[in-house]
């Protein structure tokens, strides 16, 4: 995938597929120039041997179609600058990735359009999961909690075009203020 952000939409998805109520993605830039991106699910989790295989891109769990390649790029693009990937999940319990790329390496995929993939995912599920969004550096940290957001707007629901403009814009100035220049 050409954009960690879109590394980011797939894993996503596959919480949203696993039944999550809440999705906490964390990405934090050290000062060393390592980006961590992690995202945690309450979803149904996997077993060992399920967590195993979604390592695979023939191992899923869909039906429709027998590749799975959301997990095995991730893991392969953060491998590729030096970085690091790791999965855990438990059954009834939920899932953790871990990807941190090295952004100072040649094959380290440009961010991408942050504010844009996070809007489109709160937008396209107004009800569920709940998002926390939490990015982070040396320099700042900043959270975004649509249930905080919704209890703000009260019977405003979310996907109003003003409130996603809002979003954009805040999602913007969180990923500027935090992780400065990295975003292309």
């Given at each position: 995938?050409?954009?960690?952000?879109?590394?980011?939409?797939?894993?996503?998805?596959?919480?949203i597929?696993?039944?999550?109520?809440?999705?906490?993605?964390?990405?934090?830039?050290?000062?060393?120039?390592?980006?961590?991106?992690?995202?945690?699910?309450?979803?149904?989790?996997?077993?060992?041997?399920?967590?195993?295989?979604?390592h695979?891109?023939?191992g899923?769990?869909?039906?429709?179609?027998?590749?799975?390649?959301?997990?095995?790029?991730?893991?392969?693009?953060?491998l590729?600058?030096?970085?690091?990937?790791?999965?855990?999940?438990?059954?009834?319990?939920?899932?953790?990735?871990t990807?941190?790329?090295?952004?100072?390496?040649?094959?380290?995929?440009?961010?991408?359009?942050?504010?844009d993939?996070?809007?489109?995912?709160i937008?396209?599920?107004?009800?569920?999961p709940?998002?926390?969004?939490?990015?982070?550096?040396?320099?700042?940290?900043?959270?975004?909690?649509?249930?905080?957001i919704?209890?703000?707007?009260?019977?405003?629901?979310?996907?109003?075009?003003?409130?996603?403009?809002?979003?954009?814009?805040?999602?913007?100035?969180?990923?500027?203020?935090?992780l400065?220049?990295?975003?292309?």
């Amino acid at each position: 995938m050409p954009e960690i952000a879109l590394h980011l939409l797939d894993l996503v998805q596959n919480s949203i597929r696993a039944g999550a109520k809440t999705v906490r993605i964390v990405i934090d830039l050290s000062a060393q120039l390592l980006l961590t991106l992690t995202l945690m699910d309450d979803g149904c989790g996997m077993d060992e041997e399920m967590a195993a295989l979604a390592h695979s891109p023939f191992g899923t769990s869909r039906t429709t179609r027998k590749v799975g390649l959301g997990i095995p790029l991730t893991r392969e693009s953060a491998l590729a600058t030096g970085g690091s990937f790791s999965l855990t999940s438990e059954p009834g319990i939920g899932t953790t990735v871990t990807a941190s790329f090295d952004t100072r390496h040649i094959d380290c995929p440009p961010l991408g359009k942050l504010e844009d993939t996070l809007v489109s995912l709160i937008l396209a599920n107004p009800d569920q999961p709940e998002f926390e969004i939490s990015l982070s550096s040396k320099d700042a940290n900043e959270v975004l909690d649509t249930r905080q957001i919704k209890q703000t707007l009260g019977t405003v629901p979310i996907t109003t075009p003003d409130v996603a403009l809002w979003l954009t814009a805040c999602l913007r100035d969180m990923t500027e203020n935090t992780l400065g220049g990295i975003t292309s």
